[in-house]
């Protein structure tokens, strides 16, 4: 399977990594949103808001998780089923509890013990079988397999309900309330009714009963001083915002027509269906939906880099450059507005204005590294200006965030040999070929 990023504040599709299913969304307005929400969680739970990152997942299944490091991935699928701001909240303290808890560098403590007791089955069953008693020696494998998935079941269910504790404290200390949490919890165990999920056996499970989550957290969340604690005005709306918009990128026209239907003017609604129109291929009926956008918030960055997506896509590129450029006016520290207008800019190719993007296109570098698709761009400007060298090292830059790690060892050998020794590229190019090395050499181990 490929993972893709996809920056849907751009909707194109502009990198590939190997060994993921799901596809990592990228939007400017929502990773804001994500990182506005949850500063005052992050600071409770003693982590530094800077050290977070957020990652949207495109993926119709309610779910987040963290993984090694301090990332913590949302699925689309958990905004869509959200109501209200409150909700996200209560998820996102639950994924803090588990970065704050270490889980994931305490995994091995479960798994540990639980690989012991298979490794010890497992002697015990050869044991039987040399001697004769195959049936006996099957009967202990299975008995050592059952008991080593029952220890780590109830590790990981130990660490969620401790992390279910921790998320309310967060929510506490934040001065949010725990009822978005609760409601959340709701969900999931109406969602487990309606896929006909045992209600009776936690034993078997990875997480305690939905029920059993609400029943211990209720009993917390009630006493709490922020239980009545009404949702952020502003907040709300923005999730509105950003929910609509996710809904017109990922969900199928139809969907989006009936969840938002004509008529229905809120941003929320408006976004949607430019999306969906846009996605369609009806640029005349995408441009005029955020053209209302447009009217009903002149100086939102936001609704400016829409209309200017939309124009780009639709061919009209010299019509996109003003309004791309109002908006990166009014959003000066938003990496992906700047790597739209610097894309706006290369695609007209008008000498004056490759000129123009690469000042665009290099602070929207220094503001976010990650982004394969504004090293494209870059990449582009370098070797329409002859510049061989830093053509290859942004092409290097892209292949090793792209998970390509031949491309990028190819590039930053061609880059190295161009630039001058001991400069700051030179040196990047080097560090360059050490990770793709690394990341070659274990590919070549894995083959073996």
Avoid: C
Avoid at 302 to 322: A, R, Y
């Amino acid at each position: 399977m490929r993972h893709v990023l996809a920056l849907f504040g751009l909707l194109v599709l502009a990198a590939a990594r190997p060994a993921a299913a799901q596809s990592i969304l990228r939007d400017a307005e929502t990773e804001a949103f994500f990182r506005d929400i949850s500063r005052d969680l992050v600071v409770a739970a003693g982590l530094e808001p800077r050290s977070i990152q957020f990652i949207l997942i495109g993926d119709a299944s309610i779910n987040a998780f963290v993984t090694g490091g301090q990332n913590v991935f949302i699925h689309s699928g958990l905004i869509l089923a959200a109501d209200n701001v409150n909700e996200l909240q209560g998820v996102i303290a639950h994924e803090l509890g588990h970065i704050a808890a270490g889980h994931n560098v305490r995994f091995g403590e479960g798994a540990g013990p639980a690989s012991k007791i298979s490794l010890l089955s497992l002697i015990g069953a050869a044991a039987a079988i040399a001697a004769g008693a195959g049936e006996a020696g099957m009967a202990i494998l299975g008995l050592g397999q059952t008991v080593a998935q029952g220890r780590f079941l109830a590790f990981t269910r130990d660490q969620e309900s401790r992390t279910d504790q921790a998320g309310a404290v967060f929510l506490s200390k934040a001065g949010i309330s725990g009822q978005g949490s609760i409601a959340f919890f709701r969900k999931l165990q109406g969602q487990e009714y309606r896929l006909a999920i045992p209600q009776d056996n936690e034993y078997a499970r990875t997480h305690p009963l939905s029920s059993t989550r609400v029943n211990n957290l209720l009993a917390v969340y009630e006493r709490d001083a922020a239980w009545n604690t009404p949702a952020d005005k502003a907040l709300q709306s923005r999730f509105e915002r950003v929910k609509g918009k996710l809904s017109g990128y990922v969900e199928e026209p139809g969907r989006v027509m009936q969840r938002y239907p004509a008529g229905t003017n809120s941003t929320a609604a408006l976004y949607a269906r430019a999306y969906a129109w846009h996605r369609s291929g009806y640029p005349d009926q995408a441009l005029a939906e955020a053209a209302r956008l447009a009217a009903s918030g002149p100086d939102d960055p936001f609704f400016l880099e829409l209309q200017g997506q939309i124009l780009l896509e639709s061919g009209k590129v010299e019509d996109s450059l003003p309004v791309l450029r109002r908006a990166a006016a009014r959003a000066p520290g938003e990496p992906m507005i700047l790597t739209l207008l610097g894309h706006a800019l290369v695609s007209s190719e008008d000498p004056k204005l490759q000129a123009e993007a690469e000042p665009v296109l290099r602070k929207a570098v220094s503001l976010d590294r990650d982004n394969p698709f504004t090293w494209y761009q870059l990449g582009v400007i370098y070797d329409r200006r002859g510049d061989k060298p830093r053509a290859a090292l942004a092409a290097a830059e892209r292949f090793s965030l792209e998970g390509n790690a031949p491309g990028a060892m190819l590039n930053a050998r061609l880059a190295r040999a161009g630039l001058p020794a001991g400069s700051a590229d030179f040196i990047r190019a080097d560090d360059i070929m050490l990770v793709a090395g690394d990341a070659i050499d274990l590919q070549k181990r894995k083959k073996r």
